[in-house]
């Protein structure tokens, strides 16, 4: 993997080191996640992050574990870093950090007091909501170690603070259980309990959102570090509390070499395609009913639109091909009125997308061309026959197809407030881009279902007549409707006109420049054939090092800051911000056109190191310098990068 390391320079300067992220999940939707500061700046942030029923249902438990060096002198030295809502940064422990590494996907910090090197490394254990903490003497020696446990539970999306009722703590061999939900073990366990009131997440607050709240202090471990190569080790894990896990060094080497089997099974070419696929598997969840793949971390549960436009580049690029068939069968059972359910992570399931269900179809119809497994196909062509049915007879929020041309339209004047498309943001609940009508981008995806739809029906050896017609019809209406006299395609067709005067037209062609196009040469039954002039066009408009804008900087409505409160940032979200997934398409697309693709990717490559460490973020700001936003950790940004690097 490509080497991700920062020293005493970068860790010390609290700008820089507050702004690098780690993750390490543990494959049920929990994780451990902070800085390279070590400075808790989101209320997400946390060394034990527990999944529940749900992928984005998760609780914090462990939020810290600040570890003290008592000197042989008696001098006492804190390592760890906190921010108070008064202003105050205490402690300041990164300033004395000489090193931090993420090494095979686990973060790694050096300490260094004088002649006294502590090293930390952490990892989960995979298939369980355990972390295990461990510290080693590196140089120097005696002294004493203490690791002082900041706790909480609750709900990892909001607060917790002292005007409620005090966490339970009851006493266990060598530590505690808070709550009845959590344990704590080590060493030389004190129990304490007492409120740290304050505590403040600098990111929550640039988000507008509170940023304050209370930690539980439960107590703290205590072991003597004599000789280098000691080691002091803490573990805290949910589920099964009597159920001790394996001494905290096993953890980590079980973790480290999961990793890199993980890497070794995808095949990678070159140290960027390795660091890819180990953060292809950050996404990859057992959800104890089957796979599934989380949206983005830490904030993002389960959702289908992403699960499948990241699909190919998930699990085929890595070799995951049974776990991919499992998704598609179980994802297959959601079908309602031609239509893949979209989530479950407010807690229903919710049927409302226009272009979930046709990425399920693009999915499928990869996994058979990529594998062979025509099995697949014929056990799930008749649901995926009745997709097409559904939406020739009409489904839910008037998607349907058009009797006069064939081509695919959404969205009903009396549903107002429904946003379809994955362009979906919403501000006091209307949406921002509604783009009722006939989305390019879907009518894309409708033309290559069909006939991905009619390629399976031939290798089941069933008849696919309606399929090609149908499929006919659609791409020469896409034809005829979408080019615009911009030079450019519409991003949607026969919208709702927002005001027109009398005897005017009730509809419009929208020809904003935006993104969405691309996927009408990138698909492969994509409606239109290479087309240089159009591409380069859309590049000077909407690329990026980090992605492709979602709106042209031209547009009076383009926002090019992804920043401030909830509405600020729902509002700019799909008006100009960057999304890294959408190089994919581009990628493709300028593949067809035989243009060069090598250079697209050195700012998102590099990108590596800069804000999710070893990851893809979410988006971008639309402006240079293109600073990152969103979740530092998203699932569709790392698939695609790695998908089209792969077929190079």
């Not at 500061?37 to 574990?65: D, W």
């Not at 000197?71 to 422990?93: K, M, N, Q, V, Y």
């Not at 026959?385 to 969205?411: E, W």
Request: hydrophobic share 40%; aromatic share 8%; proline share 8%.
């Amino acid at each position: 993997m490509i080497d991700i390391r920062f020293g005493p320079q970068a860790c010390g300067e609290l700008t820089s080191a507050a702004s690098h992220e780690w993750l390490v999940p543990d494959g049920l939707g929990g994780y451990a996640m902070g800085t390279v500061a070590g400075l808790r700046t989101r209320r997400y942030h946390g060394l034990l992050v527990v999944g529940g029923e749900t992928p984005a249902s998760r609780r914090l438990a462990l939020a810290s574990l600040d570890p003290a060096v008592v000197l042989p002198a008696g001098a006492r030295i804190r390592l760890g870093a906190h921010e108070w809502a008064s202003g105050d940064l205490d402690p300041r422990g990164f300033e004395l950090v000489e090193r931090f590494d993420l090494a095979d996907g686990l973060p790694r910090w050096r300490w260094r007091i004088g002649d006294v090197v502590i090293e930390r490394e952490l990892a989960t254990t995979h298939g369980r909501p355990c972390v295990a903490v461990v510290h080693r003497l590196v140089t120097g020696g005696p002294v004493r170690l203490e690791l002082a446990a900041a706790c909480t539970w609750r709900d990892a999306h909001g607060e917790r603070r002292a005007d409620g009722p005090a966490p339970r703590q009851d006493p266990v061999a060598d530590g505690a259980v808070v709550e009845g939900s959590f344990r704590l073990s080590g060493p030389g366990w004190v129990p304490a309990g007492q409120w740290w009131l304050g505590a403040y997440h600098r990111e929550e607050a640039a988000r507008g959102l509170r940023p304050d709240e209370d930690l539980w202090y439960a107590g703290h471990f205590s072991g003597l570090l004599d000789r280098p190569g000691d080691t002091v080790s803490v573990l805290a894990w949910a589920g099964d509390l009597a159920a001790e896990p394996p001494p905290g060094p096993a953890v980590v080497a079980a973790a480290r070499a999961r990793n890199r089997a993980v890497v070794a099974a995808g095949r990678p070419a070159d140290p960027v395609e390795a660091t890819l696929v180990a953060a292809a598997d950050t996404f990859m969840i057992d959800t104890g009913r089957g796979p599934d793949v989380v949206a983005g971390y830490p904030w993002f549960g389960a959702w289908s639109r992403d699960t499948m436009i990241s699909y190919e580049g998930l699990f085929l690029c890595t070799g995951r091909v049974d776990s991919g068939r499992a998704l598609l069968r179980s994802y297959a059972a959601t079908l309602s009125e031609g239509m893949l359910a979209n989530t479950a992570d407010t807690g229903r399931v919710e049927y409302n997308t226009v272009d979930g269900t046709l990425w399920f179809l693009h999915a499928v119809n990869r996994h058979v061309t990529v594998t062979g497994d025509t099995d697949l196909a014929a056990e799930l062509l008749p649901a995926l026959r009745g997709v097409v049915d559904a939406h020739l007879a009409g489904t839910r929020f008037g998607i349907a197809v058009d009797p006069a041309d064939g081509l695919l339209t959404q969205g009903t004047p009396d549903s107002p407030d429904t946003a379809l498309t994955w362009m979906d943001a919403r501000v006091y609940g209307v949406p921002v881009t509604p783009r009722t009508g006939k989305p390019v981008e879907v009518n894309a995806l409708w033309v290559n279902g069909l006939a991905g739809l009619a390629e399976l029906a031939d290798l089941a050896r069933q008849d696919a007549t309606d399929l090609r017609r149908l499929h006919g019809r659609a791409v020469a209406a896409f034809r005829e409707r979408f080019p615009a006299p911009t030079g450019w395609l519409h991003d949607v067709v026969d919208a709702p006109a927002p005001a027109y005067p009398l005897g005017g037209a009730a509809v419009h062609d929208d020809d904003l420049l935006r993104p969405n196009q691309v996927l009408a040469w990138s698909l492969p039954f994509a409606p239109l054939g290479p087309d240089e002039p159009t591409l380069r066009r859309i590049a000077a408009g909407l690329l990026t090092p980090l992605g492709l804008r979602s709106l042209s900087p031209d547009s009076p409505e383009f926002v090019g800051r992804h920043r401030g409160g909830p509405a600020e940032r729902d509002g700019a979200y799909h008006q100009g911000t960057v999304w890294p997934w959408l190089l994919g398409p581009f990628v493709d697309a300028s593949r067809r056109a035989k243009l060069p693709v090598d250079e697209l990717f050195a700012g998102v490559e590099a990108h590596l190191t800069e804000f999710g460490l070893g990851s893809v973020s979410e988006t971008a700001d639309g402006l240079p310098p293109h600073r990152a936003t969103g979740c530092p950790f998203q699932a569709w940004s790392v698939a695609e990068l790695l998908r089209v690097r792969r077929i190079r």
